[in-house]
Protein backbone atom coordinates (compact mmCIF):
# COMPACT_ATOMS: atom_id res chain seq x y z
CA UNK A 1 0.00 0.00 0.00
CA UNK A 2 1.24 3.44 -1.11
CA UNK A 3 0.92 6.20 1.64
CA UNK A 4 1.83 9.57 1.05
CA UNK A 5 2.13 12.53 3.90
CA UNK A 6 1.53 16.22 3.00
CA UNK A 7 2.24 19.58 5.06
CA UNK A 8 0.19 22.49 5.58
CA UNK A 9 0.67 26.35 6.54
CA UNK A 10 -1.71 29.29 5.97
CA UNK A 11 -1.67 32.75 7.47
CA UNK A 12 -3.83 36.22 7.14
CA UNK A 13 -4.16 39.08 8.65
CA UNK A 14 -6.93 40.15 11.35
CA UNK A 15 -8.31 43.48 11.06
CA UNK A 16 -11.70 44.32 12.62
CA UNK A 17 -14.68 44.91 10.12
CA UNK A 18 -13.79 41.46 8.30
CA UNK A 19 -15.56 37.82 9.11
CA UNK A 20 -13.43 35.09 10.62
CA UNK A 21 -14.40 31.42 9.19
CA UNK A 22 -12.33 28.62 10.31
CA UNK A 23 -12.28 25.42 8.62
CA UNK A 24 -15.87 26.42 6.83
CA UNK A 25 -17.68 27.35 10.11
CA UNK A 26 -18.06 31.37 10.91
CA UNK A 27 -16.89 32.20 14.11
CA UNK A 28 -17.96 35.12 16.05
CA UNK A 29 -14.88 37.55 16.83
CA UNK A 30 -14.29 41.16 16.95
CA UNK A 31 -11.76 41.05 14.30
CA UNK A 32 -11.75 38.86 10.89
CA UNK A 33 -9.22 37.34 8.29
CA UNK A 34 -8.26 39.26 5.71
CA UNK A 35 -7.93 37.34 1.87
CA UNK A 36 -8.85 36.89 -1.34
CA UNK A 37 -11.16 34.50 -0.68
CA UNK A 38 -12.57 33.58 2.21
CA UNK A 39 -9.27 33.23 4.11
CA UNK A 40 -9.86 30.28 5.97
CA UNK A 41 -6.55 29.44 7.39
CA UNK A 42 -7.38 26.32 8.63
CA UNK A 43 -9.09 24.89 5.36
CA UNK A 44 -6.28 26.60 3.09
CA UNK A 45 -3.44 25.00 5.40
CA UNK A 46 -5.51 21.51 4.84
CA UNK A 47 -5.73 22.10 1.16
CA UNK A 48 -1.78 22.74 1.30
CA UNK A 49 -0.74 19.66 2.68
CA UNK A 50 -3.09 17.57 0.26
CA UNK A 51 -1.69 19.16 -2.67
CA UNK A 52 1.83 18.70 -1.13
CA UNK A 53 1.42 15.07 -0.61
CA UNK A 54 0.03 14.40 -4.36
CA UNK A 55 2.79 16.87 -5.78
CA UNK A 56 0.80 19.45 -7.07
CA UNK A 57 2.21 22.61 -5.76
CA UNK A 58 0.26 24.26 -3.47
CA UNK A 59 -3.04 26.36 -3.01
CA UNK A 60 -1.34 29.56 -4.68
CA UNK A 61 -0.57 27.89 -8.31
CA UNK A 62 -3.81 25.76 -7.65
CA UNK A 63 -6.25 29.01 -6.97
CA UNK A 64 -4.60 31.97 -7.49
CA UNK A 65 -5.22 34.97 -5.97
CA UNK A 66 -5.41 36.82 -9.26
CA UNK A 67 -8.30 34.62 -10.98
CA UNK A 68 -11.84 36.81 -10.19
CA UNK A 69 -13.30 32.81 -10.36
CA UNK A 70 -12.18 32.82 -6.65
CA UNK A 71 -12.47 36.19 -5.22
CA UNK A 72 -14.68 35.78 -1.82
CA UNK A 73 -14.91 32.35 -2.57
CA UNK A 74 -16.05 30.01 -0.18
CA UNK A 75 -12.78 27.79 0.82
CA UNK A 76 -15.13 24.63 1.67
CA UNK A 77 -16.05 24.76 -2.52
CA UNK A 78 -11.71 25.07 -3.04
CA UNK A 79 -11.37 22.21 -0.59
CA UNK A 80 -14.79 19.82 -2.67
CA UNK A 81 -11.94 20.91 -6.00
CA UNK A 82 -9.11 19.32 -3.94
CA UNK A 83 -10.71 16.22 -2.54
CA UNK A 84 -12.04 15.47 -5.76
CA UNK A 85 -8.16 16.10 -7.60
CA UNK A 86 -6.78 13.61 -5.03
CA UNK A 87 -9.43 11.20 -5.41
CA UNK A 88 -8.91 11.31 -9.23
CA UNK A 89 -5.20 10.36 -8.07
CA UNK A 90 -6.60 6.92 -6.47
CA UNK A 91 -5.86 8.37 -2.74
CA UNK A 92 -8.03 8.55 0.11
CA UNK A 93 -7.24 10.37 3.06
CA UNK A 94 -6.73 8.13 6.43
CA UNK A 95 -6.28 11.23 8.05
CA UNK A 96 -5.41 14.67 9.20
CA UNK A 97 -3.82 16.89 12.21
CA UNK A 98 -4.06 20.50 12.11
CA UNK A 99 -3.49 23.40 14.34
CA UNK A 100 -4.95 26.55 14.20
CA UNK A 101 -2.73 29.68 16.15
CA UNK A 102 -5.05 32.44 17.65
CA UNK A 103 -5.04 34.61 21.09
CA UNK A 104 -8.96 35.50 20.30
CA UNK A 105 -11.32 34.18 20.26
CA UNK A 106 -11.02 30.65 22.37
CA UNK A 107 -12.01 28.61 19.57
CA UNK A 108 -12.94 25.08 21.52
CA UNK A 109 -15.98 25.47 21.38
CA UNK A 110 -16.61 25.56 17.82
CA UNK A 111 -14.07 22.51 17.09
CA UNK A 112 -16.53 20.03 16.98
CA UNK A 113 -18.98 21.84 14.40
CA UNK A 114 -15.69 22.27 12.81
CA UNK A 115 -14.80 18.20 12.41
CA UNK A 116 -18.17 17.79 11.17
CA UNK A 117 -18.10 20.20 8.56
CA UNK A 118 -14.92 19.54 7.49
CA UNK A 119 -15.89 15.70 7.48
CA UNK A 120 -18.99 16.29 5.45
CA UNK A 121 -16.92 17.80 2.58
CA UNK A 122 -14.54 15.53 2.48
CA UNK A 123 -16.28 12.67 3.10
CA UNK A 124 -14.69 11.24 5.35
CA UNK A 125 -15.82 10.09 9.26
CA UNK A 126 -15.00 13.35 11.94
CA UNK A 127 -12.67 11.01 13.56
CA UNK A 128 -9.86 10.83 11.63
CA UNK A 129 -9.58 14.65 11.92
CA UNK A 130 -7.65 16.40 14.82
CA UNK A 131 -8.45 20.37 15.30
CA UNK A 132 -6.15 21.80 18.09
CA UNK A 133 -5.82 25.14 19.31
CA UNK A 134 -3.57 27.42 20.81
CA UNK A 135 -2.54 30.84 21.79
CA UNK A 136 1.03 31.91 21.30
CA UNK A 137 0.77 33.59 25.19
CA UNK A 138 0.79 36.98 23.49
CA UNK A 139 3.71 36.54 21.38
CA UNK A 140 4.04 37.14 17.89
CA UNK A 141 1.83 38.64 15.29
CA UNK A 142 -1.43 35.87 16.78
CA UNK A 143 -0.25 37.08 20.21
CA UNK A 144 -1.04 40.63 19.50
CA UNK A 145 -4.08 39.61 17.64
CA UNK A 146 -2.83 40.97 14.55
CA UNK A 147 -3.18 37.71 12.58
CA UNK A 148 -3.56 34.07 12.66
CA UNK A 149 -2.20 30.59 11.40
CA UNK A 150 -3.34 27.12 10.52
CA UNK A 151 -0.65 24.11 10.49
CA UNK A 152 -2.29 21.22 8.87
CA UNK A 153 -0.62 17.39 8.58
CA UNK A 154 -1.94 14.66 5.96
CA UNK A 155 -2.12 11.30 5.64
CA UNK A 156 -3.01 9.53 1.93
CA UNK A 157 -3.32 6.12 1.23
CA UNK A 158 -3.73 5.04 -2.40
CA UNK A 159 -6.59 3.04 -2.92
CA UNK A 160 -4.92 0.55 -5.50
Request: glycine letters at 8%.
Given at each position: ???????????????????????????????GAVGYSDADVLIHAIIDALLGALNLNDIGRRFPDTSPEYKNIDSKILLEKTVKLMAGKDYEIVNIDST?????????????????????????????????????????????????????????????
Open positions: MNFRIGFGIDVHQLKEGEELWLGGLRIPAEKVCIQEPKISPYIERIKTTLATVMDIPAENISIKATTTEKLGFEGRQEGVSAYAVVLLRNKI
